[in-house]
């Protein structure tokens, strides 16, 4: 089983930008299809973007396309979420987990907030 872990989240003004982390543990990080997540208050948890196991191919949703870049590194057993040009709307917990597609497999972290500022 993989056990991830988010970090990086934090307050910054609209325009800002932020790198977020999901570092995992065990050994099998490599061999599955990764997403970013996010929870606005009072709204149900959205998909973000998402990376497959050698990293070569990413997908986004419409929101954050062109803004966010995921990316991961499996010697470190990381994977990341670049976000520029943020905006308010961007408020949200964000999660990382183990995907099929756009759809979340597995347990659910703790997450990292984002808060964005206008």
């Known amino acids: 089983q993989v056990q991830l872990v988010e970090s990086g989240g934090g307050l910054v003004q609209a325009g800002g930008s932020l790198r977020l982390s999901c570092a995992a543990s065990g050994r099998t990080f490599s061999w599955y299809d990764l997403g970013w997540f996010r929870q606005a208050p009072g709204k149900e948890r959205e998909f973000v973007a998402g990376i497959n196991r050698s990293g070569v191919s990413t997908y986004y949703a419409d929101s954050v396309k062109g803004r966010f870049t995921i990316s991961r590194d499996n010697v470190k057993n990381t994977v990341y979420l670049q976000m520029s040009s943020l905006k308010p709307e961007d408020t949200a917990v964000y999660y990382c987990?183990?995907?099929?597609?756009?759809?979340?497999?597995?347990?659910w972290g703790q997450g990292t907030q984002v808060t964005v500022s206008s």
């Open positions: 987990v183990i995907v099929y597609g756009t759809s979340p497999q597995g347990d």
